[in-house]
């Protein structure tokens, strides 16, 4: 296959290189955002106490919002550019490329979209703009302690008092809780009817009477999700998207146009790219293993997983051009990159030996800043979340392979 770009698309990729050179922060630029996937440190710093912080993190956000970047692939008249598939992939792939922070999170690639679909003129006025400019920033309150897969069997209940619901609950797993401003909630309206058909999506002000949210520091010792509990808190019946009791429908609603996984194809790239390069260093010397050669060659399977993963990425957005929706092909793409992380930070972690157990990114004895046994640590749950690995191998067998349900 030919992945070349046409003259067209050549021309945008220099286009979108040009505008990161020129406008990207230097703070992002230096490795400083540590954050989660390319837009968590961004969220920090909107939030953060540090004043230099927040005005680098807008300053950012200002300029991707000007040219409707920050939901490149949202239609123009909803404020974003409107970008083709190819655009959208070729934007993903060079702000990959530079680390750069795509502000917007799951504002952008799951309340926004929804609301474009299932959202009231009112609603759109309301929440759309502040999307777009990185004012608010959103957290998903959909998993509960009972309710991870079977999403659908979720307790949290709002019952009806006039112009108001009142919600009681718990949600788990929210991720970004902490840095949001609002959350968009699956809620049971009518606990009688057949579990799909009693559910409704509503929104609500992170900062509601009633609405706690308690860290959950994960086993990498670092605080992304939270669990939230519900305790009698109103919210207005307008801030619901779509039918009372069809909420499990609007919430399904993806306007995904680019789910390659580019990313982190390239994320990956990178980091094998820093480790040949320390490894060339006095440092890097120092802490290589006496027996490194046999970690060699489980390297270079990593490099060429690597490039497979990297390839599915150019065969998903194939597809998506073509007008066609990526089903099982999806479904082999999460399922492999998610254990491609985790082979890979397992194989770079044994680089180092015994150095490879120090966890102090500021130890002497830590190298590379201790990011391969963090990240090793970090990897457990991809293949957890965001459908599960076996669920995808269930996907790949019936939609796939065309094999009976068993």
Not at 149 to 165: C, W
Not at 374 to 388: A, N, W
């Amino acid at each position: 296959m030919d992945w070349s770009d046409s003259p067209e698309q050549a021309n945008f990729r220099k286009e979108v290189r040009a505008f990161i050179q020129k406008e990207l922060p230097e703070r992002y630029r230096s490795g400083e955002d540590s954050g989660e996937e390319l837009s968590g440190g961004w969220q920090a710093d909107r939030k953060s106490e540090d004043p230099t912080k927040r005005d680098v993190a807008m300053a950012w956000a200002d300029s991707l919002a000007k040219r409707g970047w920050i939901a490149p692939a949202w239609p123009k008249e909803y404020g974003g550019a409107g970008l083709t598939t190819i655009e959208q992939f070729i934007y993903n792939q060079e702000m990959a490329e530079a680390a750069a922070p795509m502000p917007g999170g799951m504002g952008v690639s799951m309340l926004g979209p929804t609301l474009i679909v299932h959202g009231t003129d009112e609603q759109k006025a309301e929440h759309l703009p502040k999307i777009l400019s990185g004012e608010v920033a959103w957290a998903q309150g959909y998993s509960e302690p009972g309710a991870g897969s079977d999403l659908a069997s979720l307790q949290t209940r709002a019952v009806r008092d006039g112009d108001e619901y009142v919600i009681n609950g718990q949600k788990i797993w929210t991720s970004g809780g902490h840095l949001a401003d609002w959350l968009f909630a699956l809620v049971r309206t009518d606990a009688e009817a057949p579990k799909h058909r009693g559910i409704s999506f509503v929104m609500m002000d992170i900062k509601s009477q009633g609405l706690s949210l308690r860290p959950l520091i994960n086993m990498g010792w670092k605080h992304h999700f939270n669990e939230t509990f519900f305790e009698d808190v109103r919210i207005p019946v307008k801030n619901r998207i779509g039918e009372e009791n069809r909420g499990w429908y609007v919430g399904m609603t993806l306007l995904d146009f680019e789910r390659s996984g580019i990313a982190g194809a390239i994320s990956y790239k990178r980091g094998q790219g820093q480790i040949k390069k320390f490894l060339n260093t006095d440092e890097g010397k120092s802490f290589k293993r006496v027996d490194a050669n046999m970690v060699r060659l489980e390297l270079a399977d990593r490099a060429i997983e690597t490039e497979v993963l990297f390839n599915f990425a150019f065969r998903i957005v194939s597809i998506q051009n073509r007008g066609m929706v990526p089903n099982y092909e999806a479904s082999v793409n999460k399922m492999f990159g998610s254990e491609v992380h985790q082979r890979l930070a397992r194989s770079e972690t044994k680089l180092w030996g015994l150095y490879g157990n120090v966890w102090d990114p500021k130890s002497k004895y830590a190298p590379m800043g201790a990011q391969h046994v963090q990240d090793y640590v970090g990897s457990v749950p991809h293949t957890i979340f965001s459908g599960s690995s076996e669920i995808q191998r269930n996907v790949i067998a019936t939609r796939g392979l065309g094999l009976p349900r068993g």
